[in-house]
């Protein structure tokens, strides 16, 4: 009985342990960057002895190891981030005092789609296509609901891809200089798959697949792409400036 009323008592002492820390850090600032992690490595450390390296699960470790990576670049020699806050917002009020009042930021979407489950439906924007000429006009490639596009400047938005289900996360987007066409690459930021790339004619009301092959060791023609192997997934797709015949895929 004894065992039994110790195990709540210690696993309320481990929990106060694992987020006070980061919250003080994150918050205010207030905390010692190397007091933190010396505290955090240690809690780290003991879970690890217990459960081992590969059953991490459930105990917020990938989330420390980031902002302990994001935060160290970001000390001073005694391990506070303030003086670095206090100097990005020096540098912003003093360099152009004409920005603060002359430009106004607000959210314009798009807002991705509505119950599509976990990962989706949100407004993540990895590219976007503005119209040299027209400002409002601007494409955006989404980073798991497709392409969108608005010709007011965000005020309302229309959904392209509707149509096309398997041009989903959006890796990479350009409109060609030589005669409009988009082209997408396809590849989402929650998991290790592309359906390979798009093109558009028609300023995305249709798409049509273009075929990526490979010639295998029977000189045989081997398409690329859908793919879930990490080490061919598109990155970024680019148009050569001296031939509209030209394309560019570099992948993962």
Do not use: C
């Not at 793919?227 to 560019?248: A, D, V």
């Amino acid at each position: 009985m004894g065992g039994q009323m110790l195990r709540p008592a210690i696993a309320v002492i481990l929990f106060f342990v694992v987020n006070l820390p980061i919250k003080a850090q994150t918050v205010d600032s207030l905390d010692s960057y190397y007091t933190i992690t010396a505290q955090m490595d240690a809690y780290y450390d003991s879970i690890m002895q217990i459960r081992g390296a590969d059953s991490m699960d459930g105990t917020n470790y990938k989330q420390y190891l980031r902002w302990k990576n994001f935060a160290f670049g970001r000390i001073d020699t005694s391990g506070n981030m303030l003086n670095y806050i206090n100097a990005v917002n020096n540098y912003f009020s003093s360099s152009n005092k004409s920005v603060s009042t002359d430009y106004t930021w607000s959210y314009t979407g798009p807002f991705g789609l509505p119950d599509q489950g976990e990962g989706k439906g949100k407004g993540w924007v990895n590219r976007i296509i503005v119209d040299k000429v027209n400002h409002g006009d601007i494409y955006a490639g989404t980073h798991n609901s497709g392409v969108w596009h608005t010709s007011n400047g965000g005020g309302s938005w229309q959904f392209l891809t509707a149509n096309y289900p398997e041009i989903t996360g959006i890796a990479s987007m350009f409109k060609s200089g030589y005669d409009g066409a988009i082209f997408v690459a396809t590849s989402t930021n929650i998991s290790n798959y592309s359906n390979g790339l798009f093109k558009s004619e028609d300023n995305g009301a249709n798409w049509q697949n273009v075929n990526v092959v490979y010639l295998n060791d029977n000189n045989e023609e081997i398409d690329l792409y859908p793919t879930s192997y990490l080490n061919e997934l598109p990155r970024k797709i680019i148009e050569s400036p001296e031939s509209q015949n030209i394309l560019f895929l570099l992948t993962e």
